[in-house]
């Protein structure tokens, strides 16, 4: 069979992630990978910024008919704009006479390159919180009521009916 057609049967997700913090703290998320072939699949996760985006493992085998999570850890971000980091997920068909001890190997081309790949990019979006508008929000209770206008009251003044029937 050919290795497109293989790898048709190859999916990650999700594919976006919203991250907010405000301290620089690190979230860990987790990316499902799903090999729905009956072939071997090879995987490389490669990340946009290696001091704020760590996958783990890197490297790794879906066995035929398999399904893993990888993980991500993320963050570190303390500016006050928003951002955008990503981490490219990669797929190979395992090739049946390769000699390998690791999946790094397959990578790298140690016994013979990897032509048929499928790729897909999971985002990290970055949106900073606004502290000032947080903690006003916090400190005034009704800040977060609707307004009352003049057409809220049940009371009418007598003048302003009187002018009405007029």
Not at 36 to 54: G, P, Q
Not at 82 to 106: D, H, I, M, R, S
């Amino acid at each position: 069979m050919c290795d497109h057609v293989i790898l048709q049967d190859v999916f990650a997700d999700p594919l976006v992630w919203r991250l907010r913090s405000t301290n620089g703290q690190y979230y860990v998320k987790r990316i499902h990978l799903d090999n729905k072939a009956k072939e071997s699949i090879t995987f490389y996760l490669h990340s946009s910024n290696t001091s704020r985006v760590f996958p783990y493992p890197k490297y790794g085998i879906l066995p035929p008919e398999s399904q893993r999570y990888v993980r991500v850890k993320v963050g570190g971000f303390s500016a006050p704009t928003p951002c955008k980091e990503y981490v490219v997920v990669a797929f190979a068909v395992v090739p049946k006479n390769a000699n390998y001890k690791t999946a790094g190997q397959l990578w790298s081309g140690f016994d013979q390159p990897l032509l048929v790949r499928k790729t897909f990019t999971v985002q990290f979006l970055y949106e900073p919180e606004n502290v000032s508008c947080t903690k006003s929000l916090l400190e005034d209770p009704y800040a977060l009521q609707t307004p009352s206008s003049h057409f809220d009251s049940d009371e009418e003044s007598k003048e302003d009916s009187d002018n009405l029937e007029k």
